[in-house]
């Protein structure tokens, strides 16, 4: 089974890497972007017996630093 | 002396030590579960452990060492993280908060002046407290970052060790290095160990680890 996990900051966090690609978008004349925020996007490929919680432990534990960033696990399709 | 794949200061904190203790660090692998038998202090040095991966030091705090470390941190062991050593620290949970990007995005390089505000713990006994030094910082990830809460209660309990003198990395209150609650734990981005003779430029970082050496040596 496919995992997407979406590991982004939490609101009020300051993203120098957003901010940085909010300023090359305008620099490349693109107008009207109002904001930026960078995260990351992790892709596993578990077990289809893997539970909630067990994906939940590994976000919490390694691929999200809870302190400055949240996520969000979207399960894909089974396998076939 | 903790070593991980990527670690590059180890040698530089190494002979620091040497060189104010005339002790001879043991450098420990990171795949090792068990730590010598006698130590008086963990160093978790500088570098770029597991090249940065996911989060600076998010790799290294999961490694095997790191419960080794965790368990003689709890038992009082004094515990020195610099720079990749601070953000494995703080990863590891044992000191609060998480070390961000540079506000500035740039990879900052360059000798800084540090406040320091807590001259009471083992770290800091050889200074005194308020007094200007001098440190180089060299991170691309040392902007700290924490609730208001934790920034209030690290402040409120004394346990802001450094402060930047003028903004470095967006840190917020211009924090340079925090101890855990025992006093036990620093971490610091600034690197001591490069400012410990004369030939560094500067010798403000030695008394750091004199200061270690009277307390816990």
């Not at chain 2, 009471?120 to 180089?136: C, D, K, L, N, W």
């Not at chain 2, 040392?142 to 967006?170: C, H, I, K, S, W």
């Not at chain 2, 610091?188 to 816990?216: C, I, K, S, Y």
Request: charged share 25%.
């Amino acid at each position: 089974m496919k995992i997407r996990i979406y590991v982004t900051l939490k609101n009020g966090v300051l993203d120098p890497q957003g901010k940085a690609i909010h300023h090359a978008l305008e620099g490349l004349g693109f107008e009207g972007v109002k904001g930026v925020r960078a995260g990351k996007l992790i892709e596993l490929e578990v077990d289809d017996s893997t539970g909630d919680d067990a994906l939940d432990e590994m976000c919490r534990k390694l691929l999200a630093n809870t302190v400055i960033e949240n996520y969000r696990i979207e399960r894909g399709e089974k396998a076939a | 002396m903790i070593v991980f794949p990527g670690s590059n200061c180890d040698r530089d904190m190494a002979e620091a030590i040497r060189l104010v203790s005339g002790a001879e660090p043991a450098m420990v692998w990171h795949r090792e579960s068990a730590l010598p038998d006698r130590f008086d202090l963990i160093a978790v040095p500088g570098g770029f452990s597991y090249g940065d991966y996911l989060r600076s030091g998010a790799m290294a705090a999961q490694s095997p060492v790191m419960r080794a470390v965790k368990e003689a941190a709890d038992r009082g062991v004094a515990v020195l993280g610099v720079c990749n050593g601070f953000q494995v620290l703080a990863e590891a949970r044992l000191l609060p908060g998480a070390l961000m990007r540079n506000a500035g995005i740039r990879f900052v390089c360059r000798d800084v002046a540090l406040t320091v505000e807590n001259s009471q713990s083992a770290f800091t006994a050889r200074y005194q407290a308020g007094e200007e030094i001098v440190i180089p910082v060299a991170h691309h990830d040392g902007n700290y970052q924490a609730d208001p809460e934790t920034l209030d209660r690290l402040e409120g309990e004394g346990r802001v060790a450094f402060r930047y003198r003028a903004d470095v990395n967006g840190s917020a209150r211009g924090i340079a290095g925090i101890l855990n609650e025992a006093g036990n734990v620093l971490g610091m981005m600034p690197h001591p160990e490069r400012m410990v003779e004369a030939a560094h430029g500067g010798q403000d970082g030695r008394r750091l680890f004199e200061g270690l050496l009277e307390t816990v040596g």
